[in-house]
């Protein structure tokens, strides 16, 4: 178990650590919290809890999720962790050379080209099957419901939503978009905070997908629709792309901090670049969080860090390095060894050869859940299959259409992915996941929320609520405007290109469940950021 003061929360939101014994959800919107609550009262495990919760996030919070993208999770059970990859490759069909033909020297961020296959019906099929124990019928329920009869929209969510339609009313043009706003904008603008909004497609998307444990979705009627809707807009994305898909279970990848595992999926996704900074900071002795001398070393070594991971991560058997590789404490060394007290501009290394939502879920059978899922930039690319609900990603955009990158594109390759979910462990015990979700944030989240946890002894509430930073590029450094105005000051005289955020909207939004081996006693943390909650029992 983490050590620290439960009492003590020294930043402003002044929410306590939530604290149960049968179960906890913890994720960013109260009625999906509530959700996972429910279904773990009917006799559900955390893996069926953390199911019915992302399936709810689709309906009440669409503004950074949905049907059509990608998930991950991290899932301890029985004394082992087990990670599920479910992000979708690239069509079959696509290529450098026939993007470039349409006059594109870069992935777009909208319509069909950065359309990937969607991972998310197929990872909760394969939660449900493989761990949970309730119908996955029943499991959908409450999202199904949430969609068929509406809900009212919460503050930070119509905030989002609102955002979307003045970006999408002023940049989609084109008929094939003419359904998103269909879908999110029925009555020509978007709904506002207690405003109820609902989806009879999604609704019955859900239910088909319920139902058919998915085949509708990768083999049947969704799958048609889906099809002809890219076929009539000349998309890539074919029937027979979701018919080949499957997620993949993947060993977990780790480093060990302080007497403390964080464990991070492999790559295709960014876990990596969290685990290079943990190993480059370990090398430092850090005693007090709010110094400038913290944040500078933690800043350069993600730094260094986000660099190797833009230049590298990718496909796993596509990447020139191994994950392994750029973990090794010599390569860390070498790294740690270019930071100094000036800011430093990063560069890839050469190691020696050899818009998202976040939830965490826990039952009273040692279960627990580390799940993340999204349509990478808000509702993703600003195409919504016809009747249906399902919102399609934009996550191929990650992709590179420089030929000699490691991250370019090719048909059926995954992309570097920006969703990750964290978790913990001492020993042979689990701590508990954690996650922060936010575009390439996310790696900076789990870097800081873990040594606020492990070197500052936050309680998990204080490690989410302590003020942030985001590493942008080059020297350029983001600081949410709670960071005391000295640390600001210090770290412009040490070089850094300071810019203070008074949205702390880009900062992410975390979760956190800490589990107490002995006692079994559940303890959250959920992200004042946002419409966080936690629902216990």
């Known amino acids: 178990m983490v050590q620290y003061d439960a009492l003590h929360n020294p930043y402003p939101s002044q929410r306590m650590t939530t ?88 992935i777009p961020k909208f319509g069909f080209i950065p359309v990937t296959v969607p991972g998310v019906p197929a990872a909760w099929v394969e939660l449900s099957e493989k761990f949970g124990k309730l119908p996955l019928i029943e499991v959908l329920k409450p999202a199904i419901e949430y969609a068929e009869n509406g809900y009212p929209l919460s503050p930070i969510l119509s905030f989002y939503w609102n955002q979307a339609f003045k970006s999408y009313k002023a940049n ?39 139902e058919t444990k998915g085949e509708a979705f990768y083999h049947g009627e969704l799958a048609e629709k889906i099809d002809e809707f890219s076929k009539k807009y000349d998309g890539f994305l074919t029937k027979e792309d979701l018919a080949a898909f499957k997620p993949e279970w993947v060993d977990p990848i780790n480093v060990s901090y302080r007497g403390y595992d964080v464990w991070e999926i492999p790559p295709n996704g960014q876990g990596l670049v969290a685990l290079l900074a943990l190993n480059i900071a370990k090398g430092f002795e850090f005693t007090d969080r709010e110094t400038a001398t913290t944040y500078h070393q933690q800043i350069e070594a993600m730094k260094l860090a986000f660099s190797d991971g833009l230049k590298y991560i990718t496909e796993e058997d596509k990447m020139t390095v191994a994950a392994n590789e750029l973990l090794s404490e010599q390569y860390a060394k070498t790294r740690r060894s270019l930071i ?113 946890a492990i070197d500052f002894n936050l309680n998990p509430q204080a490690a989410l609520d302590a003020p942030r930073w985001q590493w942008m590029k080059d020297k350029t450094v983001l600081l949410e405007h709670t ?29 956190i469940i800490w589990r107490d ?6 303890a959250g943390g959920t992200e004042a950021r946002t419409d966080g909650s936690i629902a216990a029992w």
Request: negative net charge.
């Open 483 to 511: 960071v005391p105005n000295h640390i600001a000051q210090s770290l412009a005289r040490m070089g850094h290109n300071i810019e203070v955020a008074h949205n702390s909207g880009s900062f992410g939004r975390g979760q």
């Open 517 to 522: 081996p002995k006692t079994g006693v559940l």
């Open 340 to 452: 100094t007290n000036e800011a430093l501009t990063p560069t890839a290394g050469e190691p020696p050869k050899g818009g998202t939502v976040y939830l965490a879920t826990a039952d009273n059978e040692g279960n627990m859940v580390s799940f993340i899922q999204s349509n990478y930039m808000g509702f993703g690319s600003g195409l919504v299959v016809p009747g249906t609900g399902i919102a399609l990603q934009n996550r191929g955009h990650n992709f590179s259409l420089d030929e000699s990158h490691d991250n370019r594109l090719e048909p059926e390759k995954r992309t570097f992915h920006t969703i990750i979910p964290g978790f913990l462990t001492k020993g042979d015990q689990a701590v508990g996941p954690f996650g922060v979700m936010g575009g390439f944030m996310q790696p900076q989240g789990h870097m800081q929320v873990v040594m606020n």
């Open 172 to 210: 989609l043009n084109g008929e094939e978009f003419n359904h998103w706003f269909e879908t999110f904008a029925p009555d020509g603008k978007a709904p506002q905070a207690g405003d109820v909004w609902k989806s009879e497609g999604h609704a019955n998307t859900l239910r088909l997908i319920a």
């Open 19 to 106: 604290y149960a014994q049968n179960g906890m959800v913890a994720t960013s919107q109260p009625l999906a919290a509530q959700a996972g609550l429910d279904i773990l009262k009917k006799g559900g495990n955390a893996i069926d809890a953390a199911i019915a919760t992302a399936a709810c996030l689709t309906v009440v919070e669409p503004t950074s999720n949905g049907i059509g993208g990608d998930a991950f999770a991290l899932v301890w059970t029985k004394g082992k962790l087990h990670g599920l990859n479910a992000s979708g490759p690239a069509p079959k069909s696509i290529s450098i050379e026939k993007v470039k033909e349409r006059g594109y020297e870069e």
